[in-house]
Antibody, heavy 118, light 112 residues
Framework: QVQLVQSGPEVKKPGASVKVSCKPSGYTFTDYHMNWFRQAPGQGLKWMGWVGPKRGDTIYAQNFQGRVTMTRDTSTRTFYMELRGLTSGDTAVYYC???????????WGQGTTVTVSS | DIVLTQSPLSLPVTPGEPASISCRSSQSLLDTTGNNYLHWYLQKPGQSPQLLIHLTSNRASGVPDRFSGSGSGTEYTLKIRRVQAEDVGVYYCMQALQAPYTFGQGTKLDIK
């Protein structure tokens, strides 16, 4: 079954870091870039960046530069998104999504809720 | 950054009636390959987004043919020929011409 399975919900204190995982199955790990998005409560979707599966190359949205790191582990075939210096404004659902080249994001994870609260 | 503006933001529709959503871009999404890098997504209540239409007018796998997309340059439209109850949710246009990829504000479709 072709799917992306993300890690479970997280509750963090302000200033902490969070690392969300995204594990693909049902397709060849190295065939697709992985993108990350977030959606604050009641808000729209925001693109955060992507990571390439073969070389681990990355592109980050400027809004998250310096605070986010996207990586992949080829041995476990898992992608990761780490966000540091959390504030209440980072409370959101975080999604990974497979990049179907220039044809959009055709496969999405189930989402990981990150709550930042003191 | 490229700004996408959707209208309307709220769309109540009677089942069986058509619906149309507009997406306007702050710059042309047509590139030198002749492709318009505009995609449409639907986020059903409590679910992850799903790809509906890619490159302006191509339905994603499994998407019913009552959904269609059109447009070029800075103006795009998503049409639903006959709305069904299962079509409720928030529709987003998204540009993939250049990073950062950006979304419209979303159009919430619900059933009258």
């Amino acid at each position: 079954q072709v799917q992306l399975v993300q890690s479970g919900p997280e509750v963090k204190k302000p200033g902490a870091s969070v690392k969300v995982s995204c594990k693909p199955s049902g397709y060849t790990f190295t065939d697709y870039h992985m993108n990350w998005f977030r959606q604050a409560p009641g808000q729209g979707l925001k693109w955060m960046g992507w990571v390439g599966p073969k070389r681990g190359d990355t592109i980050y949205a400027q809004n998250f530069q310096g605070r986010v790191t996207m990586t992949r582990d080829t041995s476990t075939r898992t992608f990761y998104m780490e966000l540091r210096g959390l504030t209440s404004g980072d409370t959101a659902v975080y999604y990974c999504a497979r990049d179907w080249a220039y044809r959009g994001f055709d496969l999405w994870g189930q989402g990981t809720t990150v709550t930042v609260s003191s | 950054d490229i700004v996408l503006t959707q209208s309307p933001l709220s769309l109540p529709v009677t089942p069986g009636e058509p619906a149309s959503i507009s997406c306007r871009s702050s710059q042309s999404l047509l590139d030198t390959t002749g492709n318009n890098y505009l995609h449409w997504y639907l986020q059903k209540p409590g679910q992850s987004p799903q790809l509906l239409i890619h490159l302006t007018s191509n339905r994603a796998s499994g998407v019913p043919d009552r959904f269609s997309g059109s447009g070029s340059g800075t103006e795009y439209t998503l049409k639903i020929r006959r709305v069904q109850a299962e079509d409720v949710g928030v529709y987003y246009c998204m540009q993939a011409l250049q990073a950062p990829y950006t979304f419209g504000q979303g159009t919430k479709l619900d059933i009258k």
